[in-house]
């Protein structure tokens, strides 16, 4: 009877078997979809209620000020990860930007809130998801038994994009039905609703892992990320190439709003819309990248091209559907990118190298979000939202001409990554994404 009860126990989802987990694991989803609600929300409440001139400075301006954080305090997090327990970390987060955003829900209660208190909110926010989200990483082998890590570490990593298409969703509606005050509301709702649940949890010490195949533990192990690329050069020019792409990809969080407003005419519907068709395609590419044949940088010039092709048709033929569509199909080939890239630099940089190599590499990738949301922002305020598709196709051609030229990992690259262990990447070892879901994560 005891071995049947546990037997089926064992059947159900681990967020509904391990209470624990459950609880963090909606944390997670509460947070990552109250700060993409937050971000996807005050862009159209600046470009559509807030700003007349210079919409697209302003927009640009919040994106980059929303990006920002996971970027600067990348060495500050990682030691308050390391140093600090995981638990105070999470409710801190979360009790410090649901108090935030409140606050700003009763200055909106009254009227418009001045835009330096959205700027100031959204600041507030991105500074605590650049905490909550890598503590939850490293915090699942507190919460779950051994057996369970990659099952955790799945649920964790398909939620991201879900919590964050959800929010992305419901932004632009909430603005248009409730305004500022009723965004913000949520969202503190959201968050303090997500402290109160990590409150509840107990996590259980952390086991430092033993020692395999004569690798010692610590941090003497790893090299610098320098070191890293210099023994592997054709990792070194394929980030080059992306990091150029990411400045023209991520550009879209800017020409979204900017393209509802002035070609299309539209509302927080249209916003929802063309934010759903970008979400549904990375998702959609994340399920199948693996199963997208071809050699990873070829295919990568590929689909580059092809997320051209779709700016391009963007520029050529203004239309909510042919938009979504678009969206659809370069979100599709981003989330295609992201997979077949991450399993590359899986099996090419050494086990011992790869936190700091994902860490250093998501900041690198990630730094040119604020760079391209600026850019573009001032760009949308002399040139029509279309022509800012056309400059994004144009942006990605030379990019995706580069990366065709570059000659695959060699023989000695794939020795490298071998080399010093035969331990197997754990499923919760880092992973990067490479654009366009928010620059989160």
């Given at each position: 009877m005891t071995a049947t009860i546990a037997r089926q126990r064992r059947e159900l989802p681990l967020v509904l078997r391990n209470r624990s987990f459950g609880a963090v694991w909606l944390g997670q989803v509460l947070t990552q979809a109250a700060v993409r609600m937050f971000q996807v929300g005050v862009s159209w409440w600046l470009v559509a209620y807030a700003v007349g001139a210079g919409r697209g400075l302003a927009s640009g301006l919040f994106m980059a000020v929303s990006t920002l954080p996971a970027v600067a305090l990348a060495p500050l997090v990682a030691r308050a990860v390391s140093r600090l327990a995981h638990r105070s970390v999470l409710r801190t987060a979360a009790a410090t930007a649901g108090a935030a955003v409140l606050l700003l829900a009763l200055v909106a209660y009254g009227g418009a809130p001045p835009t330096v208190a959205a700027y100031a909110a959204t600041l507030v926010l991105a500074s605590c998801q650049a905490f909550f989200d890598p503590c939850l990483t490293t915090s699942v082998p507190e919460l779950v038994d051994d057996a369970d890590i990659e099952a955790a570490t799945g649920f964790e990593l398909s939620t991201q994009s879900l919590a964050s298409l959800?929010?992305?969703?419901?932004?632009?509606?909430?603005?248009?039905?409730?305004?500022?005050?009723?965004?913000?509301?949520?969202?503190?709702?959201?968050?303090?609703?997500?402290?109160?649940?990590?409150?509840?949890?107990?996590?259980?010490?952390?086991?430092?892992?033993?020692?395999?195949?004569?690798v010692e533990s610590g941090a003497g192990t790893a090299r610098g990320?320098?070191?890293?690329?210099?023994?592997?050069?054709?990792?070194?020019?394929?980030?080059?190439?992306?990091?150029?792409?990411?400045?023209?990809?991520?550009?879209?969080?800017?020409?979204?709003?900017?393209?509802?407003?002035?070609?299309?005419?539209?509302?927080?519907?249209?916003?929802?819309?063309?934010?759903?068709?970008?979400?549904?395609?990375?998702?959609?590419?994340?399920?199948?990248?693996?199963?997208?044949?071809?050699?990873?940088?070829?295919?990568?010039?590929?689909?580059?091209?092809?997320?051209?092709?779709?700016?391009?048709?963007?520029?050529?033929?203004?239309?909510?559907?042919?938009?979504?569509?678009?969206?659809?199909?370069?979100?599709?080939?981003?989330?295609?990118?992201?997979?077949?890239?991450?399993a590359l630099f899986q099996r090419l940089v050494p086990p011992a190298d790869k936190p700091a190599f994902f860490a250093v590499m998501q900041a690198v990738l990630g730094a040119s979000f604020p760079v391209a949301s600026l850019l573009f922002g001032l760009l949308g305020d002399h040139l029509p939202a279309r022509t800012l598709c056309l400059v994004q196709a144009a942006g990605l051609v030379p990019a995706a001409i580069a990366l065709a030229l570059l000659r695959g990992p060699s023989a000695d690259d794939r020795e490298r990554g071998r080399a010093g262990t035969n331990r197997q990447p754990r499923p919760s070892d880092p992973a990067p994404e490479f654009v366009a879901t928010g620059g989160e994560r």
């Open positions: 959800g929010g992305a969703l419901l932004g632009a509606l909430v603005v248009d039905a409730a305004g500022m005050a009723g965004l913000a509301a949520g969202c503190a709702a959201a968050y303090l609703a997500a402290a109160l649940l990590v409150t509840t949890v107990r996590f259980r010490p952390a086991v430092a892992p033993e020692p395999q195949d004569g990320l320098r070191q890293v690329l210099a023994g592997l050069p054709a990792i070194r020019k394929i980030l080059v190439c992306f990091t150029a792409a990411n400045l023209f990809t991520t550009a879209v969080f800017v020409v979204i709003p900017l393209y509802t407003k002035s070609e299309l005419g539209g509302g927080g519907s249209t916003v929802a819309l063309l934010e759903a068709g970008l979400g549904t395609g990375t998702l959609l590419g994340s399920i199948t990248g693996a199963r997208v044949p071809g050699r990873p940088t070829r295919l990568g010039a590929c689909l580059l091209a092809v997320m051209a092709a779709a700016f391009t048709v963007a520029y050529l033929v203004a239309g909510r559907l042919v938009l979504a569509g678009c969206l659809v199909v370069a979100g599709w080939c981003v989330g295609v990118i992201g997979v077949r890239f991450v």
